[in-house]
């Protein structure tokens, strides 16, 4: 894989790049800079590798290997099918030298890494295993060569609760891992399943934040997705982590694990600006007629208190504004989406957020730090 650094960015940029650029016209078309000597260090919380037991993995699956996943082969063939010696690959590939290149260049002081999705999700629950604790084994070796630089989640197999539990407990306590990633869900099943919830007893044991990553949705409700192209970042991945995130929230999670951090990206995958009526809908229809689960509290009380969104993939300051207003400046963090969204100009954008210097801090670094256990500067 011989791409270089500069081709990377400049192919990413111009081709990998996901954002809708009508959105935010007015701040692409400022002629804004990235700060120099920022009074906080920049912490991107979502940003992507993968192993090489896993690549391998992937790219069986797209060439005829058995998988019972349609969403991957919609997801995985739009990823990997440049192969294997696209910029793409060869930058999730790359946990060295040369990321850390890159996030100079980009004025990223620290990258918290995680397996891309689907991650070891696909696979049956033995190899999903071994994989996971490969790929955790790897990962904490770049971590410890570049420790200013990169922090580490763990990737864990919910195929198997136990031993993901075991090697949540082993990746923080061990490794020294900053928290967990799950690629939401696992062959179609969602982690609000009672089954699931040592994965949870185990997090909350290790105060160990779980992030949730959008995927492509599950089998059930795929196919008005792909067969609209739509399954993907433009509207499926968030759709699927919200459905995910609801469902934690009215069955209960966050009242057995009152200790347990979640963390999603894409500014909350839509869900800050529909709380009002999540909170009502569930305080009035489904506690009050429909006999369903009563909550300790209101849904919003679970995002001020559980639940923490990243900008991940979106620089764009009336949604992180209206998050962090209505979250708390506690509850959102900065991150890139790395290497699928790579543009410096939103690392200026996101500088320029009508923001103080001190909830900027929060936003780039300070909550990074406490919720990922990451060593304060």
């Given at each position: 894989m011989g791409t270089t650094r500069r081709t990377f960015l400049n192919y990413s940029c111009a081709s990998i790049a996901l954002a809708a650029p009508g959105i935010s016209l007015a701040a692409e078309s400022a002629p804004l800079k990235i700060r120099t000597n920022p009074p906080y260090r920049r912490i991107a919380t979502e940003e992507a590798w993968i192993s090489e037991a896993v690549r391998k993995g992937f790219y069986n699956f797209l060439n005829g290997g058995a998988l019972d996943e349609p969403g991957f082969k919609a997801m995985g063939a739009f990823i990997y099918g440049r192969g294997e010696d696209s910029p793409i690959v060869s930058a999730l590939s790359d946990?060295?030298?040369n990321r850390i290149a890159a996030m100079d260049e980009l004025g990223i002081h620290m990258q918290v890494l995680s397996l891309t999705a689907p991650g070891v999700q696909v696979f049956d629950a033995p190899t999903a295993t071994a994989l996971a604790i490969d790929s955790n084994d790897q990962l904490v070796e770049s971590v410890?060569?570049?420790p200013d630089r990169l922090a580490g989640l763990a990737a864990v197999p919910p195929q198997d609760p136990a031993a993901a539990a075991k090697e949540i407990d082993r990746a923080i306590n061990t490794l020294g891992l900053?928290?967990?990633?799950?690629?939401?869900?696992?062959k179609g099943e969602y982690l609000d399943k009672e089954k699931y919830w040592e994965i949870f007893e185990a997090?909350?044991?290790?105060?160990?934040?779980?992030?949730l990553h959008p995927r492509t949705p599950s089998p059930d409700m795929l196919q008005p997705y792909v067969s609209r192209g739509l399954e993907m970042a433009i509207l499926g991945f968030g759709a699927e982590v919200a459905l995910h995130v609801v469902a934690l929230i009215t069955n209960g999670v966050?009242?057995?694990?009152?200790?347990?951090?979640?963390?999603?990206?894409?500014?909350?995958?839509?869900?800050?600006?529909?709380?009002?009526?999540?909170?009502?809908?569930?305080?009035?229809?489904?506690?009050?007629?429909?006999g369903r689960l009563k909550l300790k509290m209101l849904p919003?009380?679970?995002?001020?208190?559980?639940?923490?969104?990243t900008s991940s993939g979106v620089?764009?300051?009336?949604?992180?504004?209206?998050?962090?207003?209505?979250?708390?400046?506690?509850?959102?963090?900065y991150a890139m989406d790395y290497p699928y969204q790579?543009?410096?100009?939103?690392?200026?954008?996101?500088?320029?957020?009508?923001?103080?210097?001190?909830?900027?801090?929060?936003?780039?670094?300070?909550?990074?730090?406490?919720?990922?256990?990451?060593?304060?500067?």
């Open positions: 946990i060295g030298a410890r060569k570049y900053n928290g967990v990633i799950i690629s939401s869900h696992t997090a909350e044991a290790a105060d160990a934040a779980i992030y966050f009242d057995r694990f009152p200790g347990l951090k979640l963390v999603i990206g894409h500014a909350g995958e839509g869900l800050p600006y529909w709380l009002y009526r999540i909170d009502y809908m569930q305080k009035n229809v489904r506690e009050a007629s429909r919003s009380d679970y995002f001020k208190k559980n639940i923490f969104v620089a764009w300051e009336p949604a992180i504004l209206f998050a962090q207003q209505n979250l708390g400046v506690s509850q959102v963090m790579v543009k410096a100009k939103e690392v200026a954008i996101s500088d320029h957020f009508d923001m103080t210097d001190a909830d900027k801090k929060a936003f780039f670094q300070s909550n990074a730090e406490r919720v990922f256990n990451l060593k304060s500067t």
